[in-house]
Nanobody, 111 residues
Framework: VRLVESGGGTVQPGGSLRLSCAASGFTFRNYGMYWYRQAPGKEREWVATISNGGVVTDYAKSVEGRFTISRDNDENMLHLLMNNLKPEDTALYFC?????WGQGTQVTVSS
């Protein structure tokens, strides 16, 4: 199983980023998927969930209305569209599925 995140970077407050996670080694379409994040000095926290079919989504209150999780089961891809980014969104963002984690992609929100 392999999960590889991409799309991180540095943006100004109010900006947007789209994270992606390429999944391989398992039947992606059969499993719910998750995004987590970990800020420096803090514990890893859950950000968003999407059901295996992509119909059901759920978000942490801190990102609800700003972030959108989606998936492409034909391409084995998970995405996280992040709008109106805030400095407190700065963190290493991880893709998670089954018992596996990606290596993370850094998001920095700074003016």
């Amino acid at each position: 199983v392999r999960l590889v995140e991409s799309g991180g970077g540095t943006v100004q407050p109010g900006g947007s980023l789209r994270l992606s996670c390429a999944a391989s080694g398992f039947t992606f379409r059969n499993y719910g998927m998750y995004w987590y994040r970990q800020a420096p000095g803090k514990e890893r926290e859950w950000v968003a969930t999407i059901s295996n079919g992509g119909v059901v989504t759920d978000y942490a209150k801190s990102v609800e209305g700003r972030f959108t999780i989606s998936r492409d089961n034909d391409e084995n891809m998970l995405h996280l569209l992040m709008n109106n980014l805030k400095p407190e969104d700065t963190a290493l963002y991880f893709c998670h599925g089954l018992t596996y984690w990606g290596q993370g992609t850094q998001v920095t929100v700074s003016s």
